[in-house]
């Protein structure tokens, strides 16, 4: 029976492998052509020079793997290998973290990577004798154990550099996204470098959304990349204060719309701006959002607007001036008897959702004139006359 490991199948294949080695041009040549038919790497900004000099440095290191007597290596046993496998490995680390800085796709890589084995066999078919299929036969898993070596060291330097290269970019993003916030108005200059940075336009529209606690946590959740079949939105993430801050840019409006909630923050309670008329406008946006969320309440379960909040709004900046309507009005109702001031306080909070006598009338079937009677005796007692719009204000606002 034929020894595949005799001496002179060794000599044989060293002999092999360096004819191999004087090669490296044309397998390069090889290489290069067939790697530019990939449609990835045809479009990148590398260089001819660079692609072939590359594949050179590759095609000669693979075949000093060759020369191994290991023919395995796992991730990490460097310190083990022998000087050939050491320095292929070190090597190809240092191609993934170029390739990926280069900006080529991963599987455009993986294609790429994947060529080396079959130019190299065919190399070796090309220059083996009619008698050395046994030998070849015996040796296929070295061949390809190597160049698997090498992939998957390529592979895997690729991906943590991509991964490096996205923490970098995020922190540089977050850095910027902090120096529009931080000024109460931001100069053009600001502006200019935020847009550029994050890759918008300055004078684009944006909403925006902020919370603290939970709420702020599922914000990030709404963030994250790739977050559910509605995840439509490019959302920027701004953390301050113990609070979350959500912007995005919004689509061009079709006449007559209005912005509405991304469907990922539906169903989380916040402080909303629908608009905010570009990049400038941000800080001013997030304070308002920031109160808006101070003012939510438990009943709410989604972003909560000035629209829909605006009475609130306003009662806590005449509170925050130091004029408490509510305390007004306790006064003024404090001499109402047992359970009258319940039903004027009902009758007026349906009458100031319709502006109907008939239709509150209606609500709390009672007839009109008992509601035109509850309304008068208000008035008797607050000096507010409902029918007039500012006066109802304040009775809105007290009540919000």
């Known amino acids: ?3 595949f490991h005799s001496p002179g199948d ?3 294949w060293a002999e092999l492998v360096e004819l191999l080695h004087g090669r490296t041009d044309s397998l390069a040549e090889v290489f290069a052509a067939r790697v530019r038919e990939i449609p990835e790497y045809a479009d990148t900004q590398l260089g001819p020079g660079d692609l072939a000099e590359t594949a050179r440095e590759t095609f000669s290191r693979l075949v000093d793997g060759l020369r ?3 023919q395995h290596l796992r991730p990490g046993d460097e310190a083990g290998a022998e000087p050939e496998m050491e320095s292929l490995l070190g090597f190809a680390a240092g191609l993934g973290a170029k390739r990926a800085r280069a900006g080529i796709p991963p599987e455009a890589l993986i294609s790429a990577v994947r060529l080396d084995f079959s130019i190299i066999w065919e190399c070796l078919l090309q220059i083996a004798d009619a008698g050395d299929a046994a030998l070849l036969a015996s040796r296929v898993d070295r061949v390809w154990r190597v160049v698997d070596e090498f992939a998957t060291r390529t592979h895997t330097s690729y991906l943590t550099e991509r991964v490096r290269m996205a923490q970098e970019e995020s922190s540089i993003r977050r850095e910027f996204i902090a120096r529009l916030f931080n000024q ?3 100069s053009a200059d600001t502006v200019n470098q935020v847009a550029a940075a994050l890759g918008i336009d300055p004078a684009a529209r944006f909403g925006l959304v902020a919370a603290s ?3 702020a946590a599922a914000l990030r959740r709404a963030a994250a990349p790739g977050s559910g079949p509605q995840h439509r939105s490019r959302f920027f993430v701004h953390e301050f ?4 801050y959500l912007f995005w840019p919004l689509p061009q409006p079709r006449p007559g719309s209005r912005p509405t909630v991304p469907a990922a923050l539906a169903g ?3 402080g909303y701006v629908p608009e905010a008329a570009g990049l400038r406008a941000l800080p001013a946006a997030a304070r308002t959002a920031e109160t808006l969320a101070s003012l939510l309440q438990g009943t709410d379960a989604g972003p909560l607007s000035a629209h829909e909040a605006w009475t609130r709004l306003a009662k806590q900046q005449l509170t925050d001036a130091g004029l408490d309507l509510p305390a007004d009005l306790d006064a003024a109702l404090a001499v109402c008897r047992s359970g009258e001031r319940e039903r004027l306080e009902e009758t007026v909070r349906h009458f100031l959702q319709t502006g109907s006598v008939t239709a509150t009338a209606e609500r709390l079937f009672c007839h009109r004139n008992t509601i035109l009677n509850r309304i008068g005796r208000f008035q008797d007692l607050t000096g507010l006359d409902l029918a007039v719009p500012a006066q109802a204000a304040r009775v809105v606002v007290a009540w919000a």
Not at 241 to 244: D, I, K, L, W
């Open 68 to 70: 191994s007597r290991k």
């Open 213 to 215: 606690g939970p709420a």
């Open 184 to 186: 109460s108005s931001p």
């Open 10 to 12: 060794s000599r044989r």
């Open 268 to 270: 989380v309670a916040c």
């Open 1 to 3: 029976m034929h020894s």
């Open 241 to 244: 204060g113990g609070n979350t």
